[in-house]
Antibody, heavy 119, light 111 residues
Framework: EVHLVESGGGLVEPGGSLRLSCAAS????????MTWVRQAPGKGLEWVSS????????YYVDSVKGRFTISRDNAENSVFLQMNGLRTEDTAVYYC????????????WGQGTLVTVSS | NFMLTQPHSVSESPGKTVTISCTRS????????VHWYQQRPGSSPTLLIY?????PSGVPDRFSGSIDSSSKSASLTISGLKTEDEADYYC??????????FGTGTKVTVL
């Protein structure tokens, strides 16, 4: 059974940093692209960043370019999101997701981790 | 880039049918697959429909997806509405520049 478990969220002041982790199990992690999606309180889903299976291809939404860095460790079956220069508008639940093996969709999601940026 | 616009909310009685539209602002809706997700209150999203109309195993056939190129829209139809279908629903597509574009989301209320 596929499991994705996020961790690393918390309360941080504006300008601060956090590193989110997503531990994967139940599938051949190194064969799948992974993605981060966030959801601000009471709002809709927003794609944040994606990384291909061998990290050859990396993408970011414009609002986080230069501040967030996605990475993965296939030996540890984990994907990470390093978030620097955090802003209040980055406050959200951050979900880790596995890209569907066919087209560009997400077939499994984690339970999410809450990031709160506030002074 | 393009946007996907959904109605903010829809409501209907149990046993009835609701249809949620997802309109693409530019480009051809049929050029890239559309996926649909269900997010129940307090839970993570789950994949409901993939590649326009396909259902993952375990998703009841009460849920169906379609594409209408003439209206630049995708649709999610829920028939035989049940109270457990009360949730937020999101469409999602992509293009060469953006791997994931989510719709604005629709709240379904079962009266």
């Amino acid at each position: 059974e596929v499991h994705l478990v996020e961790s690393g969220g918390g309360l941080v002041e504006p300008g601060g940093s956090l590193r989110l982790s997503c531990a994967a199990s139940g599938f051949s992690f190194s064969s799948y692209s992974m993605t981060w999606v966030r959801q601000a309180p009471g709002k809709g889903l927003e794609w944040v960043s994606s990384i291909s299976s061998t990290d050859r291809y990396i993408y970011y939404v414009d609002s986080v370019k230069g501040r967030f860095t996605i990475s993965r460790d296939n030996a540890e079956n984990s994907v990470f999101l390093q978030m620097n220069g955090l802003r209040t508008e980055d406050t959200a639940v951050y979900y880790c997701g596995r890209k569907y093996s066919g087209s560009q969709g997400i077939d499994y999601w984690g339970q999410g981790t809450l990031v709160t940026v506030s002074s | 880039n393009f946007m996907l616009t959904q109605p903010h909310s829809v409501s209907e009685s149990p046993g009835k049918t609701v249809t949620i539209s997802c309109t693409r602002s530019s480009g051809n809706i049929a050029s890239n697959y559309v996926h649909w997700y269900q997010q129940r209150p307090g839970s993570s999203p789950t994949l409901l429909i993939y590649e326009d109309y396909r259902r993952p195993s375990g998703v009841p056939d009460r849920f169906s997806g379609s594409i209408d190129s003439s209206s630049k829209s995708a649709s999610l139809t829920i028939s035989g509405l049940k109270t457990e279908d009360e949730a937020d629903y999101y469409c999602q597509s992509y293009d060469n520049n953006t791997p994931y574009v989510f719709g604005t989301g629709t709240k379904v209320t079962v009266l």
